[in-house]
């Protein structure tokens, strides 16, 4: 996984793209579902989904 400062902001950018959609794709945020779950994206939730994110997806890329 690559940890320096470029790869992760474009990481972060391509999440709030799709958290956010766009004029022509909903985001995920506007489900309905992740609204109970977060109502606006403070910086700790974001920290909290890549985290797991992190604890998910990394262990299937180590095989």
Same mark, same amino acid.
């Given at each position: #996984?690559? =940890? @320096?400062?470029?790869?992760?902001?474009?990481?972060?950018?391509?999440?709030?793209?799709?958290? !956010?959609?766009? #004029?022509?794709?909903?985001? !995920?945020? !506007? @489900?309905?579902?992740?609204?109970?779950?977060?109502? =606006?994206?403070?910086?700790?939730?974001?920290?909290? $989904? =890549?985290?797991?994110?992190q604890r998910y997806l990394l262990p299937l890329f180590k $095989?």
């Amino acid at each position: #996984m690559l =940890t @320096d400062e470029a790869s992760l902001q474009k990481a972060r950018s391509k999440f709030m793209q799709a958290y !956010e959609g766009n #004029m022509m794709v909903r985001g !995920e945020g !506007e @489900d309905v579902w992740y609204q109970r779950l977060w109502r =606006t994206l403070e910086p700790e939730y974001f920290e909290a $989904i =890549t985290e797991e994110a992190q604890r998910y997806l990394l262990p299937l890329f180590k $095989i």
